[in-house]
């Protein structure tokens, strides 16, 4: 009896141990990928457009897929990650995003997502290319 026990114990060790060999085996990219879940950023208006939406950030093989969704956006708006919080964007961006265009725009950033989490950055999009300096709609990353 106590042997039928301790071959259990014994087929159950070596199968944890089957798993921690696996997921060590793993490289960090792929595990990381499998347990990163969506993020979502929340796009406030700002300046009077009325521009309010989403910016999606998953992590994707090669960086983070970034989708902008916002409404009553009109033409073509550039869009960048910022360094700081919305109130206090830095001037120069961190990152370029794709144009959004008629409210939309997805890019592909070189950057895992985990190097954009909890590091204080903003997604932040202008009113168009020639006014730059007015901000119509961002989003601080968690």
């Known amino acids: 009896m106590h042997k039928g026990v301790m071959a259990g114990a ?3 060790c ?4 089957g798993v921690a060999v696996l997921a060590a085996n793993q490289p960090m990219g792929s595990m990381h990928m499998m347990s ?7 796009m406030h ?15 994707v093989s090669g960086g983070t897929k970034v989708v902008i969704s916002l409404t009553n ?11 700081g919080p919305c109130s206090k964007l830095a001037p120069a961006p961190k990152y370029a995003l794709s144009n959004v265009v008629n409210g939309s ?6 950057v895992p997502l985990s190097d954009l989490l ?14 730059l ?7 601080n990353i968690p």
């Open 14 to 17: 070596c199968a944890l141990t």
């Open 45 to 59: 208006a700002q300046n009077g457009s009325g521009e309010n939406g989403t910016a999606t950030l998953t992590s």
């Open 10 to 12: 014994a087929a159950a």
């Open 133 to 139: 300096a007015k901000y119509v709609s961002c989003g």
């Open 36 to 42: 990163m879940k969506p993020t979502v950023v929340v």
């Open 105 to 110: 725009s997805t890019t592909i950033v070189k």
């Open 73 to 83: 956006a009109k033409g073509t708006q550039p869009a960048h990650i910022h360094p």
């Open 118 to 131: 909890g590091k204080h950055y903003a997604i932040n999009v202008h009113e168009s290319t020639t006014n």
